[in-house]
């Protein structure tokens, strides 16, 4: 089912960023291969979402079901307006979920707001994510907690009995 952008894209309709988001997914998927070959404890889920800043992020998150609580890991490609408003601004980027802290980022682009020139970008960033899969071992490994856990655990702001 088609979740239509809140903003407007000019030239690409609901049904074009469900094509995106395929693609994305595809070779995000590779990436979940890689990563479950490498770290079997790892839970994948694939999402999509849109909101008035952008017309789609698709990503993939990955935690560990194993272990103790740790941040989800996202690698994921955000999609939206191009400063100029007549183009798609796509940038890609593997990070904590919570933290938002950045393990890989890939240089974002700008391109004409059509179908081919949006599938075209977003096919090589999505590749060069899903080659990833170090990083986002490494970030799991690191099991870095979320951000209220980390609040709790730290000695200046944790009261003394």
């Given at each position: 089912?088609?979740?239509?952008?809140?903003?407007?894209?000019?030239?690409?309709?609901?049904?074009?960023?469900?094509?995106?988001?395929?693609?994305?997914?595809?070779?995000?998927?590779?990436?979940?291969?890689?990563?479950?070959?490498?770290?079997?404890?790892?839970?994948?889920?694939?999402?999509?979402?849109?909101?008035?800043?952008?017309?789609?992020?698709?990503?993939?998150?990955?935690?560990?079901?194993?272990?103790?609580?740790?941040?989800?890991?996202?690698?994921?490609?955000?999609?939206?307006?191009?400063?100029?408003?007549?183009?798609?601004?796509?940038?890609?980027?593997?990070?904590?979920?919570?933290?938002?802290?950045?393990d890989y980022?890939?240089?974002?682009?700008?391109?004409?707001?059509?179908?081919?020139?949006?599938?075209?970008?977003?096919?090589?960033?999505?590749?060069?994510?899903?080659?990833?899969?170090?990083?986002?071992?490494?970030?799991?490994?690191?099991?870095?907690?979320?951000?209220?856990?980390?609040?709790a655990n730290?000695?200046?702001?944790?009261?003394?009995?």
């Amino acid at each position: 089912m088609s979740t239509a952008p809140v903003t407007r894209s000019p030239g690409l309709s609901p049904g074009d960023w469900d094509r995106v988001h395929a693609e994305v997914q595809a070779l995000l998927d590779d990436l979940s291969q890689r990563v479950r070959s490498r770290c079997p404890a790892v839970s994948v889920r694939p999402g999509r979402t849109s909101a008035r800043a952008w017309f789609l992020f698709s990503y993939r998150q990955f935690k560990l079901v194993d272990e103790g609580a740790g941040e989800e890991i996202v690698a994921g490609l955000l999609f939206s307006p191009s400063p100029a408003g007549d183009g798609v601004l796509i940038g890609a980027d593997i990070g904590g979920e919570e933290t938002g802290q950045t393990d890989y980022e890939v240089a974002g682009r700008t391109v004409p707001a059509d179908l081919p020139a949006v599938l075209s970008a977003a096919r090589e960033l999505a590749g060069e994510l899903a080659r990833q899969d170090e990083v986002v071992v490494k970030a799991l490994a690191e099991r870095r907690p979320p951000p209220d856990d980390r609040e709790a655990n730290d000695p200046k702001t944790t009261e003394k009995s």
